[in-house]
């Protein structure tokens, strides 16, 4: 974790021509893939950010997520630092990073050591490939920390996180689960503009809302107000160092294009479902998509059922 001690968080078509009935079933065995939002439209003095990343579209279609066409308020000039998974504990922080606030097993779970190393990684913009050289990552390479942990132990939140956290309610978390790992966030440095996932709490400090959640100034002093860790990939990608400063904002699921972000990890085994990486709004389409099957059975005429339309 980032410099703070260590907190235990962690389908065969018949002869007929497919009608409604069929569609559903169809969606229900094989969710179709691509449903993502494209990024929305930043606000303040923010340019609007749209960068290409590959090939496949992202055009904006319906979100899928709730809160989907929600525009979080951007975090401008906040000063980043460089940590990565697997560092070793030095004098200016002496918190090792193989596990993270709310995964015990972060290094081993990652696949290996995160090097942070120019020399020992990939970073190409043209292939969309940003990771360590030495194997392919088994969660996204491109993470961040934040200096908020929801959870104080296995059994509780803190008592002002159903308060703060703008999508706590909507997630109905059982209680010590968090609601924050895995959640997207757009960083932005003037230049470029990149998707990452909340995996781990920092720089320094763990409880600090104030400025997450309702953008007040960091807590924390150190490293110029450091007040947002990013991982190698991210610093590749954006050509952003240590000690500079960037934009960062929450995004839904829904809103994030595909592109480095969801080339590795489980977020590219999720990134062909509707909703993304999240289980429980892809639970939520699939009720609905039930509902809707259900619907067509009650519509049927008893000929067309005993002939299996």
Known sequence: MSHHPTELCKNNPGSH??????????????????????????????????????????????PVQPGAGILYPWRQNITATVFWVGEQPTQNNPTPNHKSSWDQEWAINFGGYDNPDPAARIADHNTGDFRPKGFAPRLNPFYIALPYNDVAGWSRHKPEAPKVIPWFARMKPEPGKTVLKGRWVQIYNGKRSCYAQWEDCGPWVTDDWEYVFLGKPPKNGANKSAAIDISPSIRDYLGLQSGQKCHWRFVEAAQVPYGPWKKYGQTAAAAATPGGADPDAQRRYLEYLRKLRDEQYMKKSKSEMENGR
């Open 17 to 62: 021509p497919a009608g409604p009935l069929s569609l559903v079933l169809l969606a229900l065995t094989a969710v179709s893939p691509a449903l993502f939002g494209q990024a929305a439209t930043t606000t303040g003095n923010l340019p609007r950010v749209v960068i290409p990343t590959s090939n496949r579209p992202t055009t904006p279609v319906r």
